[in-house]
């Protein structure tokens, strides 16, 4: 039978604001153990929640961006169950009116073609703090450092027909959140983490089928690898005639499995109601105004300024802009040196190579932008070679100095002096006879023969188009 | 509506409350009484009525995004009853 | 001394005729004499209470003194207090010792008042008799058999007894006057939002508020001056001027119209009571008052919508008492469950595992709209109802109760004949509106109160209508005997 996967991802974004969304306790990451836990964070007895209205700004900003319905009203609800790293019994978050509804993106296939996945609400909620299970006598540890951190929860639609698709939808909420500036996008330190609801159908068939919840996955490399394996886990199981179960499953990386958590099985009931500590959010139209006015240009914008602008090819300009740290990298670039596409063939090549190499951010970038700019300034006016720019560039990347320096140290300044490449030609022609018949008998390709031998005798540094032009005249005679 | 003791318990564990078995009849009582009592409301018709959360007709104020907390660990956790290198303990947690 | 009113004792304080240390040590000797009995505190602070008073004499001899530097005052054990115990009247939270101060102490600490101790109450606020005390009954100083209502009984009665001058309390659905009434004191609930809920450990959140305990609308008012105000640290609270609630105190009530809602003297009120009501209103009469017959026609479903909004609220306000950053803790708990489920059925007592259960059940799939629903549409038409009467009339004036103190152990059985005391005093709490209690007269030698409710944000009209009554009756200065 053919199979057909259905996917939706529920996206937790840590919002990047200083203090908390309902204490002013600060969202830093890795202090001591409960060092950044106020009383609010803690629950003690009588404590209220106040709300940051940096936290509204940037769920109303993500929900513009997205064209969704930014809610002019909108209620905080309580989430009731019992767990250690839930203070208060209940978590703070929104249920019937969240604060983004109906919004929408576009993500691109691999096949070149664009797929719109729907976005069927963002709600803004309290993070839990972190249990630790490790060497406390059989016990566990409990840290509310990360308890009151602000999270966006973005809800897809289930809109997803592979894992690469989920991938790609995933990765363009990352980059569309880093955008705007409201979250850092850091997963390793869980800043940006996804539950993923899957389920298989025959294909055809209308009804979904039953979902399984994979919880907390944060990767990219994960969430592709631990849907496939839970497609895989549901159609063994529907071909070999049993049932899938709704529950919620944990993927392992280590031993590529998803396995079903039985201690959340419970059926849980969460009572949510309307928080009476916390009155509705109403959002005024001077205040989306100025949200939407303080909008910065989004991926699709910059892309296509990036054509217009730069006169960028379109797969240059889509990986360009994929993050605002490349895209503003390349920016800086291009205001130190003139030539955008040398400029984006370097961000897209040597220098996305050299960071993949050491798994390096490009905010991590042992080269800046305006330091690469020195370098392909050089390229542009003839005092170097492309080939000679990559032994300079690795030269800069291993801290030896600015272009310049690194010329002038190895002496590799490009010889446009016409004289000494006429000398150096003058050697060859001599040293080559035979070659030099060939080519006057109108062997064409012993040109790059002549070439590569001139280049060789110069180190590297005599100028190719002026050895061309030369030689054909000095073979000519 | 009368509840059972079935419910009783269904009930106390989703509020974690232990109660005795000796307890059960009283609270299965009492609370079927607080029920009968509550279902007074269905007297009125309430159709079409806004639901009231909050006797305040007010929108929620907003804070500036800033940091007013500074650590007082020791502090807090002077009246805690188990803790262990500034974290919480409970007993183990199984995931 | 312990017979002056605040505004005397602030005068003698001023001219030097005794001092805050001498004030506050005569007034501890009344507690340690005469509380054995009434068992009215949970905690006495002698030694912080002493040097406070030294500090409030020392500010009034650096001319740094207010009205109230100086006075003592007893609070509720519902209200943190940084370094002493709060209790909240519950075994939960015997061994707590509060890392904060509430808003409401924060601010008395300020005017310079000194705080006596901390007063015993209905566990966790839920209650109408006292009686759901971990630290046991408080008894009525009127009679020693009767309760003295509640939750924040132990205010009424220590104010009453005049073993403090003055109290703070909290009222959810009746608990500051309710206990005013049965203990012959007067009690304001102001408007909800009008005083901080910050450190005021949470019973029902869209309920609470607190308010004073005082012998007469005049002392009420001086500390209400000092408890309300904005706190940015609420976000139910209120960012509007307080008035000096002693402004309007002497100003004429010529006029006044005052509604009398047909439901609030229906069956079910005791005769002795209607008698007490129709004496007050005729001297209100007297004063040039007008009465105007009015309907509150869906007050009568206030008692079963409270008993679903309160309850709801609490079971998740009081989720956090789970034994594990404060409060009691199981001995030897077997897994995390138990850890929680010990704690808290052995950190509990009976009234409040109930509501909780209660509340519960309301919010739990498939009941919620029946219950929690259907009680927040009942809440806005019983609040709708005030807000048409208040376009007649200037406040709405009623018994308090329907019944004066009953007797130790006579509802403690039968929880719903318990829920009905607060019959009256319920539906202001659903609607937000400042209410208060003052003493009008007495029943079989016990006291009745009549509840004055005011529009919103109308504390001072209430203060003052409650003092005109108070300049011509006497029923506020009465003292209990044995507490002379």
Not at chain 1, 103 to 114: F, P, R, V, W, Y
Request: net charge negative; hydrophobic share 40%.
């Amino acid at each position: 039978m053919q199979w057909e996967v259905v996917i939706g991802l529920e996206i937790h974004a840590q919002l990047a604001t200083t203090s908390k969304i309902f204490s002013g306790a600060s969202t830093a990451y890795g202090a001591e153990p409960n060092t950044q836990a106020c009383a609010v964070d803690l629950g003690l007895p009588g404590v209220l929640p106040v709300l940051n209205k940096d936290v509204v700004r940037m769920a109303a900003s993500f929900g513009l961006a997205i064209g969704a319905n930014v809610s002019r009203r909108s209620v905080f609800a309580r989430k009731n169950y019992f767990y250690p790293d839930l203070p208060k019994g209940y978590q703070i978050s929104q249920f019937e009116l969240p604060i983004v509804e109906q919004g929408s993106l576009d993500i691109e296939l691999e096949d070149g073609t664009t797929k719109t996945i729907g976005v069927t609400r963002a709600h803004l909620e309290e993070d839990a703090g972190k249990s630790l299970h490790e060497d406390f006598h059989g016990m566990t540890g409990v840290d509310l450092n990360r308890a009151g951190t602000p999270l966006l929860e973005i809800v897809s639609e289930p809109d997803m027909r592979s894992a690469k698709e989920a991938v790609a939808y995933m990765k363009k909420i990352h980059s569309l959140v880093t955008y705007l500036g409201i979250c850092d996008g850091n997963m390793q330190e869980g800043s940006f983490r996804c539950d993923a609801n899957v389920s298989v159908r025959p294909q055809g068939q209308q009804e979904y089928g039953t979902r399984a919840e994979l919880k907390n996955i944060n990767s990219f490399r994960f969430v592709e690898r631990a849907i496939n394996i839970e497609i895989e886990r549901q159609i063994d199981v529907l071909e070999g005639g049993g049932e899938v179960v709704q529950e919620t499953r944990l993927y392992d990386a280590d031993k590529n499995e998803t396995r079903s958590m039985r201690s959340k099985e419970e059926a849980n009931d969460y009572r949510y109601f309307p928080d009476p500590d916390l009155l509705p959010v109403e959002l005024t139209e001077e205040f989306l105004q100025q949200v939407r006015e303080s909008l910065p240009e989004l991926p699709q914008q910059k892309k296509a300024r990036f054509i217009d602008e730069y006169g960028l090819k379109a797969d240059d300009a889509e990986v360009l802009t994929a993050t605002r740290a490349q895209a503003d990298y390349f920016e800086e670039l291009v205001a130190a040196c003139t030539d955008t596409r040398l400029a984006a063939n370097w961000v897209v090549g040597t220098l996305a190579g050299m960071l993949n190499k050491e798994s390096l951010d490009i905010t991590d970038s042992k080269v800046g932008a305006a330091q690469l700019g020195g370098l392909l300034k050089r390229i542009i006016d003839n005092t170097i070679s492309g080939k000679i720019a990559k032994e300079v560039f690795e030269a800069m990347w291993q801290g030896e100095g600015s272009a310049d320096d690194i010329i002038d140290a190895r002496g590799l300044k490009q010889i446009t002096d016409s004289g000494a490449i006429e000398k150096i030609i003058d050697d060859i022609i001599a040293a080559n006879p035979e070659q030099v018949e060939q080519f006057r008998a109108g062997k064409e390709k012993v040109l790059g023969f002549f070439v590569g031998q001139v280049m060789k005798a110069s180190g590297g540094k005599a100028n190719p188009g002026q050895v061309n032009q030369l030689l054909r005249q000095k073979l000519a005679s | 509506m009368s509840l059972d003791a079935d419910e009783v318990d269904k009930i106390a564990h989703l509020a974690r409350l232990a109660i005795d078995d000796k307890d059960v009849p009283e609270y299965a009582t009492n609370l079927s009484n607080i029920l009968e009592l509550v279902e007074q409301m269905s007297a009125v018709d309430t159709t079409g009525v806004e639901p009231m959360a909050h006797p305040l007709e007010l929108a929620q104020r907003l804070r500036e995004d800033e940091v007013s907390e500074s650590n007082q660990r020791e502090h807090f956790q002077e009246c805690a009853p188990k803790v262990e290198r500034g974290l919480y303990l409970v007993p183990k947690v199984i995931e | 001394m312990h017979n002056k009113s605040v505004a005397e004792l602030s005068a003698g304080l001023q001219k030097g005729e005794f001092s805050s240390e001498e004030l506050t040590q005569a007034y501890l000797e009344r507690i340690e004499t005469l509380d054995k009995n009434l068992n009215s505190f949970i905690t006495v602070t002698a030694e912080q209470a002493l040097t406070a008073a030294r500090n409030a004499d020392q500010m009034r001899q650096a001319g740094k003194a207010g009205s109230l530097t100086g006075i003592p005052v007893a609070q509720k054990d519902i209200f943190c207090t940084e370094g002493v115990r709060t209790s909240c009247g519950s075994k939960m939270l015997d061994n707590f010792i509060s890392p904060y101060n509430a808003t409401v102490v924060e601010r008395l600490n300020a005017a310079g008042m000194v705080m006596l101790g901390k007063t015993n109450m209905d566990e966790f606020a839920m209650g109408s008799s006292n009686e759901n005390s971990y630290y046991g009954p408080v008894r009525n100083p009127w009679d020693q058999k009767a309760v003295p209502g509640g939750s924040s009984g132990g205010s009424a009665a220590a104010v009453a007894a005049q073993i403090a001058p003055l109290a703070t309390g909290t009222d959810t659905g009746g608990s500051i006057r309710q206990p005013a009434s049965l203990c012959g004191v007067t009690g304001l609930k102001p408007t909800y939002g009008r005083i901080s809920r910050y450190g005021m450990i949470a019973f029902a959140s869209s309920l609470d508020q607190a308010g004073p305990l005082a012998r007469s609308a005049e002392d009420a008012a001086m500390v209400l001056n000092a408890m309300a105000g904005f706190d940015p640290h609420d976000s139910t609270s209120v960012d509007r001027e307080v008035p000096d609630y002693t402004a309007n105190l002497t100003e004429s009530i010529e006029g006044l119209r005052i509604g009398l809602p047909a439901e609030f003297f229906a069956e079910g009120l005791d005769d002795g009571i209607a008698n007490v009501i129709q004496a007050a209103l005729k001297e209100y009469e007297k004063m040039g008052a007008k009465l105007v017959d009015i309907s509150l026609p869906n007050s009568g479903l206030s008692v079963p919508t409270y008993y679903v909004v309160a309850p709801a609220e609490c079971s998740s306000n009081l989720s956090r008492f789970d034994g594990v950053r404060f409060g009691y803790r199981c001995d030897d708990p077997l897994d995390l469950e138990d850890l929680y489920k010990r704690s808290r059925g052995e950190g509990f007592g009976a009234e409040v595992k109930r509501r909780i259960m209660i509340g519960t059940y309301a919010l739990s799939a498939g009941y919620y709209d029946a219950y929690y629903l259907k009680a927040q549409q009942l809440r806005r038409l019983i609040s709708d109802d005030f807000r048409q009467a208040f376009e007649q009339v200037d406040v709405i004036m009623g018994p308090t109760a329907p019944s004066v103190a009953f007797d130790i152990g006579e509802k403690s059985d039968d929880p719903v004949s318990m829920y009905l005391s607060d019959i009256y005093t319920i539906a202001v709490n659903l609607a937000g509106l400042p209410g208060m209690s003052i003493p009008a007269g007495f029943v079989d030698n016990r006291p009745v109160g009549l509840q004055v409710i005011g529009n919103y944000f109308t504390e001072s009209r209430l203060l003052n209508v409650a003092h005109q009554y108070q300049l011509a009756t006497n029923w506020h200065r009465q003292v209990p005997p044995g507490y002379e």
